[in-house]
Each structure stands twice: as structure tokens, then as C-alpha cells.
């Protein structure tokens, strides 16, 4: 039985996943309909097309959820404790990640802001930016 082929896309999950580690991009993807996601796709979910373009996504975001871990994996282990988040662009999509500085429950709350900051370290770092560059 032969499967129908998928079509051809300009992009592979490997070539994504280098690009956080390698290239100091968050790379996303869009569609026509204006649905941003970071996750790696071949069909908008919304829209149904197979249209997803791929494009830089915004360095700076909100935190949606954000839990201090103690107890880390090896390669974090130095790290610990460090925040583990869940940031929502200012432009669109949502990336999990981690903020090295914040080490206690009460260093980040929902709402603030954080931007994208390159890294020798795995993962998506994220560092909290200066209360006041975002007050006016
Ligand atoms: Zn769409």
C-alpha cells in the first residue's frame, strides 16, 4: 500500500530545533488567515490551508505561566534553581523556556515582560526586563 505523499516542505522539525540553538532566532510560522504559532506544522490548524510560512517570531513577549524548578535535568543542574515559562510574543505564539536569573516564587508573576536572549545553554532563555523600560 503506498501512502499518499505529504507536500514538500521548505523546512524539516531537525532544521527548526537548530535554529534556537544555532542561529539566535525564534522561528515560527504564520498563515494567510493571520494565525502566528511557534509550533513546527505543515497545515494552519485554524484555517486548514497549507500555508504556513515560516518567519522570525518577536524576541519579546509576556509570561503566561511560569514555575521555579529545583529539582532540574543534568544538563540544567548548575542552573538550579531557575524559572521554567511559558512566554506569549507581542506578535504572536507561544514558546516554553527559561529565566536563569529568577530563583524564587515570587522573582516573575504572569503579565511580565521578558525578551529573548541568546545562549551557550539549551533550551529558550528568556531574561525579565527592567520594570522600568516597560512602565511609562
Ligand atoms: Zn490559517
Redesign the pocket.
Given at each position: 500500500m503506498v501512502e499518499p505523499s505529504a507536500p514538500a516542505a521548505a523546512h524539516s522539525i531537525g532544521e527548526y530545533l537548530r535554529g534556537y540553538a544555532d542561529e539566535d532566532r525564534l522561528r515560527g510560522f504564520r498563515?494567510?488567515?493571520?494565525?502566528v504559532t511557534a509550533t513546527w506544522g505543515l497545515i494552519?490548524?485554524?484555517?486548514?490551508?497549507r500555508?504556513?510560512v515560516e518567519f522570525d517570531l518577536d524576541r519579546r513577549g509576556r509570561i503566561v505561566a511560569c514555575s521555579v524548578q529545583h529539582v532540574p535535568s543534568d544538563e540544567f543542574l548548575n542552573d538550579a534553581p531557575y524559572a521554567y515559562v511559558v512566554v506569549e510574543l507581542d506578535g504572536g505564539g507561544r514558546v516554553t523556556g527559561w529565566v536563569a536569573t529568577a530563583r524564587t516564587d515570587d522573582a516573575l508573576a504572569i503579565g511580565d515582560p521578558v525578551h529573548f536572549v541568546s545562549s551557550y545553554k539549551s533550551g529558550v532563555q528568556f531574561e525579565a526586563m527592567p520594570k522600568a523600560e516597560t512602565t511609562e
Open positions: 498563515s494567510s488567515c493571520g494565525f494552519c490548524p485554524r484555517c486548514g490551508q500555508d504556513l
